[in-house]
C-alpha cells in the first residue's frame, strides 16, 4: 500500500515536471529565437507610420502604436501635424530604443 502511494505521488510529480519542462520549451523557441530565424530590418522597412506598425503589430495595438509614434514625432518635430506619413531614421530608433526590437526581427542602422 506504501508503495502504491509513493508511487502514485511520484508520478504527479513527473507529470507536473514533465508540462514545466515542455512549457519552458516553448518558451524558449517563442522568445529566443536563433539568429538565422531573425529578419534583418533596415530603416525603409520602417520608414512610414503603416510599415512601422505592421512591424509591431502583434506587440501592441494599433490605437497604442500610433500614440506612440505621434508622440515621438512631436518631440522631435513639434510643428509636424499628427496626418505626417513619413518617420525620420532619429525618429524610428527613438521609437526602438524605447519600445524594443519587433517579436523576429531586429533593426540594422548603419550610420
Known sequence: MLTTALHGYTTNVLRHLTT???SLEIATNLF??????????????ANTKGKLINLYINQ????QLRIYINDII????????????NISLQ????F??????PV????CFMR
Open 20 to 22: 514545466i519542462f515542455i
Open 32 to 45: 529566443y529565437k536563433s539568429d538565422k530565424e531573425m529578419k534583418t530590418l533596415y530603416y525603409t522597412d
Open 60 to 63: 501592441y495595438s494599433e490605437r
Open 74 to 85: 512631436q518631440e522631435f518635430r513639434p510643428k509636424a501635424k499628427k496626418t505626417t506619413k
Open 91 to 94: 525618429e524610428l530608433k527613438a
Open 96 to 101: 526602438v530604443e524605447l519600445y524594443g526590437e
Open 104 to 107: 523576429g526581427g531586429e533593426f
